[in-house]
């Protein structure tokens, strides 16, 4: 059984279909329409909804809500549990629209109207938000990345955004709410989840390593921002799934003097949090790295695992030498990401095995760190090629250098012979012309929809001097 809130509305669910999405079970089994798809990829937010969940809801710190737009055409009902659900129905009170739909309306911000939905979710999730309205009305364009229009164009909804931000305003009534909904959140988070032979959702790594090892075949599901399109895109059934995202192991968030340690459940969206902090050059590529409504469920895990070689996150891990520690049953293990992946789509994983945390050293102050992108569509798309360059440098030599590169191979790869052109020298204008020679020779990309090998072969070299220049001015925080 699963529990969660559609609006007020308590829900428990059994028996359900393990890959039943939210947007199916809205306008299928609810005849909640307003939600409309699109793409079924996550890739227009014509599908975007909110959900509502506690952070901070432990003995030493007072709960606070989080409100996070979600895709729900790749978001599956399972994992709704403990959560609020909200979609376009709900957020009218007492027959007044929201202010979000109001500036909707005021500034002209719909034509056709099937992406209208979305885009009112998406703002609604910003409106929501505890921060203050200049921050929020800096966040409008990363808030709506995820939305498509077809038709409005973008000037009257920004308009719309703008107008919604300034008149915020919170009530005693507002706050009273808040403190119902915390109330009855906790409630459902105290549950005893039920599990069935189709939806399993474990509650401690221990339960999570037994189950999974004695259902090897059974399909890991954290975001399912990946998984989802074999529902939507290759029509396949996943009848069996394991729901780790309530298990706290998998949530761990550790920040260190010298590293970090994340678990695999943890999300893009606190991963952006965290390292805008601590590597500050990866914030630029984690802000295209998809969408808010993508980036608020898809894991550091569910990356990692999935093992596309355009994934963005394993060449910034592959430059930092990162660790996962994997685990089958009662055992866990430690292997580096460059010994992770073994070919195309396939990992050193064993049946039964799964991603439980990363350690990622973190750069020191001194060091050159850079991560580039290039991709056709600036926000919101796949890489054709990404650059992760890490150069410790010992009085103004280059020592141990690593360059990594997604979409060039079958995997991430590191450019051995280009790293070992780099070592013990300064990292200048003469030595990338070096590197870029062994680049050349060392990277046979092939070609596809996103790039020509040629194309990517020249494009590894350019991002290599683009680095350069960008040491050389002072400045390697900058992204493509």
Known sequence: MIRFLYNQELVELTNFAADLTVLDWLRLH?????????CGSGDCGACTVVTVSLVGNDKETKPQLSYQSINSCISFVGALHGKQLLSVENLEKDNALHPVQTAMIEEHGSQCGFCTPGFVMSLYALYQQNEPEEQLLNRVDQALGGNLCRCTGYRPIKAAARVALKHRQSTEAQREDCEKLVRKLQSLAVETTQTSDRFVQPQSIAELASYYKQHPDSRLLAGGTDLALEVTQQMKTLPHMVHVGHVPEMRIKQVHADHLILGAAVTLSECLEIMSE?????RDMLLRFGSDQVRNCATIGGNLGSASPIGDLPPLLLALDATLTLQCGATTRLVLV????ISYRKTCMQPGEFIRSVKIPLPKPDSVFAVHKISKRTEDDISSVCLAIHLPQHVGLTTHARLAFGGVAATPVRALNAENSLNGRAFDEQAVREAQEQLSDELQPISDARASAAYRS??????LRRVEMEFSDGNTNDDT
């Open 30 to 38: 609810r005849n909640k329409t307003g939600t409309k798809e699109g």
């Open 278 to 282: 601590s590597i500050p050059a990866a």
């Open 338 to 341: 460059q010994d992770f992946y």
């Open 458 to 463: 020249q494009i590894t070299q350019n991002l």
